[in-house]
């Protein structure tokens, strides 16, 4: 059986590697470990221990005597890529100063003698495991950096590219259309729209697309869109916030929906039938207001259907891109401008 790479919690203390040869030993340790919960595995020998590091949250490394064989397990573990952060206690039938050193030198937790202390045991197994997860977090923080870093330099390469073509001379509805496209490029979605805010107070579609489906209604080259306005006000004059586009035109607010089908706030009846009649599955969405200098919502951008671009999978839209959408649709809402001004 193969341990998991769960992260380590105060209710889930973790995977404990045990490299230990004398049976007995390995059975007592299991005896003092299990009711404490961790998970114990026992690899056969240094080589498989280092294969399987990564996958461990801590190392018990019972010896007689540690000698040359132990340095070098610890000495590859550090030089490990994946196996550095991974505390270990060294057991020992017989333990000399200068053994001990050696091991702490070379990083081992703490050097412990045999029969081994239970509550001491635990207290630096579990030291050693959340000194683990704070590494973890630590790593989890910088390969977050390195991707926010990487959208970063791509949204400023795509802002460049676009505010160059707003100074081509390009019609608002070029800018309106390249914006939605980039849009969905940088959140891996399968559709969007864009919606213009009237005079009457209603949401008038602007741009519809969906890659899926091959739909291009609106702007320069799409077909005609027929699908009626939405009504910012009901019969009695009052804001209607039935639909999720009119609740982020009215509030001003960004709204994610993980699932429209299992979303109780708004009404996503009209989506329910257009997916009945394409066989389309419209799941996730983000919907985001467009503000001009004022503040004032003039329009609105959604996106549907966010994917996984492992999985392949339709999955809620990661809230890491909203500051890349809010600065799109900064640009977005210029151009709409200019469109309304006709």
Not at 40 to 56: D, T
Not at 128 to 145: P, V
Not at 194 to 209: K, W
Request: glycine share 6%.
């Amino acid at each position: 059986m193969e341990p998991t790479t769960t992260p380590v919690t105060a209710a889930e203390p973790g995977n404990v590697l045990v490299l230990c040869p004398q049976e007995a030993h390995r059975d007592e340790l299991a005896r003092i470990l299990q009711p404490e919960d961790f998970r114990l595995f026992f690899p056969p020998n240094h080589a498989e221990a280092l294969a399987r590091a990564a996958v461990g949250d801590a190392i018990i490394l019972k010896v007689s005597e540690p000698g040359e064989e132990e340095y070098a397990f610890l000495q590859k573990l550090q030089l490990s890529p994946t196996g550095w952060p991974v505390p270990v206690l060294v057991i020992a039938d017989n333990l000399r100063l200068e053994a001990a050193l050696n091991c702490l030198n070379l990083g081992a937790l703490d050097c412990l003698i045999w029969p081994v202390d239970k509550d001491r045991l635990t207290v630096r197994l579990r030291s050693g495991l959340a000194r683990k997860r704070l590494a973890d977090e630590a790593i989890q923080a910088a390969l977050r950096g390195a991707r926010e870093k990487a959208q970063a330099e791509s949204l400023v390469a795509s802002l460049i590219a676009l505010f160059q073509a707003s100074l081509q001379n390009r019609q608002p509805i070029e800018l309106l259309e390249m914006m939605l496209v980039e849009a969905m490029r940088v959140t891996d979605c399968e559709g969007g729209t864009i919606y213009s805010r009237t005079g009457d107070d209603r949401l008038q579609f602007v741009l519809v697309r969906n890659d899926m489906l091959d739909i291009n209604m609106g702007g320069s080259v799409g077909k005609e869109i027929k699908f009626e306005p939405l009504r910012l006000l009901d019969e009695a004059g009052k804001p209607n916030h039935k639909y999720v586009a009119n609740h982020a035109a009215l509030t001003g607010n960004v709204v994610s929906i993980a699932d429209a089908y299992t979303a109780e706030r708004f009404d996503f009846s009209g989506t329910r039938k257009f997916d009945a009649n394409t066989g389309y599955r419209s799941k996730s969405f983000l919907t985001v207001p467009l503000k001009n200098h004022r503040q004032q919502v003039i329009g609105v951008l959604q996106l549907i259907n966010a994917r996984d671009p492992r999985a392949g999978v339709v999955v809620p839209f990661n809230s890491d891109f909203q500051p890349v959408i809010e600065a799109l649709s900064a640009l977005a809402c210029s151009a709409l401008e200019a469109y309304q001004r006709g």
